[in-house]
């Protein structure tokens, strides 16, 4: 039986010898790739972090400790020795696994993560709150650990946290999980003594002796001291490169192998023994134990992954048969975007590009190829990206901020006082706008909207399809002032490729004319309004008209005021939280021109959107075409048609 199947808690994995624990390592990366194949997932962060999963349950007791899991996409081997081993085949899919720390999951979860940068405040809280016990309570000698990893490390709020515990001195474990994407490794054999002589006992008594009786020697001791402490330092820092943690507070070790369990068991274990704060630096592989992954982590971090072929996992087995006829897929609306901003770049020289560390996701990447001057990442810092389009703005630039709708939400503040309140030039590219599925609670794009129309000076548009979505982005560039463009991550109506045009802000247009009902949409869903518009007609003899907003703010409110008047029933569609919506917009112009008429909102409920494949959250929402059309009819208090199950009727108003 392989051991991972043997083990229920992982307080078990103390009792394995060393050769057990190298094939459990193997097993978890093996159960990873297997179940990544058909689920998709963070895979390659999680293979690089394995052996240090396995040494910090080894060297702590879980749940009484605590390990924090920064971002949380390190975290698939905790999850598989922490419970979840036999559900872990449903990975982000509906009701299944989460891709991310969930506290409703384990017990042994600690907090329920997604966002880079929040795993040293959150295990910086928990120590202050252990440190506040009483005395005598056994949670005084909680160990409490975070891991750390994947440019982290960087983040503005991660450094804050950092400044704070020099200072606090709480006793706390950083793992600084080094994987070529945060900071560069000291390396060397010197560097590597030095800090296995730090780990020890005697190092630490030493050191405390030297500073207690060193100074208090007449005539030599103060200068002996002091030429021993300047020489210390310039070896450290020349040799090991460890200033800025030192200089702050916090004792550094590092760089160990991040693949050696035993170096790393041991290190962790003398590590909690040592008073105050600690950081270790461990230099790991991202995607080890899986070729592809290792060749490209870029590619193998993301959620969406191509099937694997089994043969690279045991070549004994069989690979996958190749599809015998790849699937057209039209292009994305990010590609759409990318491909509009390259053109428009390449006649104005002021357009430049900002990424927080997504070059790839957002597009950008292409733009960095072709323009590498004129493109920054400025890594997982979205507030220093937005305050920097800022003074782009002001030296003369034409700045495009590109950033997922999720963590967008951290430069709001300076969206609100640095851009909107300058009135400046800035195109915010709100991609991954609406669900996207299967990261869960943390990253569905379903907050951005109603925040951003509150801002003096922004204004707000999302595209119906991929072409509006150029015209768009050509109508930012055109504009003086600051625009959120919103879109998602879907791929787009498959509509021919051509060059955007500028577009009348604030105008929206009327696609379909009828005399019952008015259907008002923001961004794509409006394609899925025109096929509830047909249904309605076709089951019930409704006539819809179909108008695409185009903008959040400003509303074309004298077209929708002057549709809206007589009609049975107006409904509002958009893929972002109810409260403070598109809806609420058209509602607040439709009271403000006294227009009494029943109006129904489709948009997300109120509440966090769990994890799963886009289409069923649509469903589970009921925002996808038959929820719309079932909301419709409750509203409106008609009854469902009988519909065959293979007739036409029932297909044409489920198509995605």
């Not at 299944?96 to 880079?116: I, K, L, M």
């Not at 890594?379 to 003369?396: D, P």
């Not at 609100?416 to 915010?428: E, F, G, R, S, T």
């Not at 609670?441 to 595209?463: D, E, K, W, Y």
């Amino acid at each position: 039986m392989p051991t991972l199947d043997t083990l229920n808690d992982p307080n078990q994995l103390r009792a394995l010898s060393a050769e057990q624990l190298e094939e459990l390592a193997a097993e978890l990366r093996e159960k990873m790739i297997r179940t990544v194949q058909h689920t998709g997932g963070h895979l390659a962060s999680s293979l690089g972090a394995v052996e240090i999963t396995l040494a910090l349950h080894r060297v702590m007791t879980s749940p009484r400790d605590r390990i924090v899991w920064d971002t949380g996409h390190q975290a698939y081997a905790h999850k598989l020795l922490t419970g979840r081993r036999e559900h872990f085949h449903t990975l982000r899919q509906l009701g299944g696994v989460g891709g991310f720390p969930r506290r409703s999951e384990s017990e042994h979860d600690v907090f329920d993560g997604g966002h880079a940068g929040t795993g040293v405040s959150i295990a910086v809280g928990l120590a202050a709150a252990r440190d506040l016990s009483p005395a005598g309570d056994p949670l005084r000698d909680q160990r409490i650990a975070v891991c750390v990893g994947d440019a982290a490390i960087q983040t503005g709020l991660t450094l804050e946290a950092l400044n704070h515990l020099g200072d606090a001195k709480h006793r706390l474990l950083i793992v600084l999980n080094d994987n070529e994407m945060s900071i560069s490794p000291s390396v060397g054999g010197l560097s590597t003594r030095l800090n296995k002589l730090r780990l020890t006992r005697a190092y630490q008594e030493t050191k405390s002796l030297t500073q207690r009786v060193l100074p208090r020697i007449p005539l030599i001791g103060r200068p002996l001291f002091a030429a021993l402490a300047f020489t210390k330092e310039g070896f450290k820092r020349s040799w090991a490169k460890v200033g800025f943690f030192e200089d702050i507070g916090i004792t550094y070790i590092g760089v160990l192998d991040g693949h050696d369990l035993g170096e790393l068991e041991q290190s962790f274990e003398r590590a909690f023994a040592l008073p105050g704060p600690v950081l270790v630096h461990v230099k790991t592989i991202k995607g080890k134990g899986y070729g592809p992954a290792e060749m490209d982590s870029v590619s193998f971090h993301g959620a969406s992954l191509p099937p694997i072929d089994l043969c690279l996992i045991d070549p004994t087995e069989e690979p996958l048969p190749p599809e015998t006829e790849p699937r057209r897929r039209p292009k994305t609306y990010t590609a759409a975007f990318a491909e509009e901003l390259l053109r428009l770049a390449a006649d104005d020289e002021r357009i430049c590009a900002i990424t927080a560390g997504m070059p790839t996701g957002t597009g950008l990447a292409r733009f960095g190829a072709r323009f590498p001057s004129r493109l920054f990442d400025v890594g997982i810092a979205e507030q220093h990206a937005v305050t920097m389009a800022a003074g782009l703005a002001l030296g003369g630039m034409r700045p495009v901020v590109a950033l997922y709708s999720t963590f967008s939400q951290r430069a709001y503040d300076q969206l609100v006082h640095d851009v909107c309140q300058n009135d400046l030039p800035v195109l915010l590219a709100i991609d991954r706008a609406g669900l996207v599925g299967e990261d869960g609670t943390s990253h569905q794009g379903m907050f951005t909207l109603g925040p951003q129309r509150a801002l003096p000076n922004l204004v707000i548009a999302s595209p119906k399809d991929e072409q509006e979505l150029r015209d768009l982005v050509v109508t930012a560039f055109a504009h003086a002032g600051p625009m959120s463009l919103h879109y998602p991550r879907d791929p787009g109506e498959d509509l021919p490729d051509r060059e955007g045009e500028p577009l009348e802000i604030g105008r929206g247009e009327v696609l379909l004319s009828g005399g019952d009902l008015l259907l008002v949409g923001f961004g794509p869903i409006v394609q899925r309004l025109l096929r509830v518009a047909q249904s309605l007609e076709r089951q019930h003899g409704l006539a819809a008209t179909v108008i695409n907003a185009r903008w959040a703010k400003p509303l074309d409110e004298e077209l929708i005021i002057a549709q809206a008047v007589g009609r049975r029933l107006v409904v509002t569609a958009e893929e972002s939280a109810a409260m403070g919506g598109f809806g609420d917009g058209v509602l607040d112009a439709l009271n403000r021109a006294g227009i009494r008429v029943p109006l129904l909102k489709v948009a997300l409920a109120e509440g966090f959107v769990h994890h799963g494949a886009v289409e069923d959250l649509r469903r589970q929402q009921r925002i996808d075409a038959p929820g719309i059309l079932a909301q419709i009819r409750e509203a409106m208090g008609l009854r469902e048609p009988i519909v065959r199950p293979d007739s036409d009727e029932a297909s044409s108003v489920s198509a995605a």
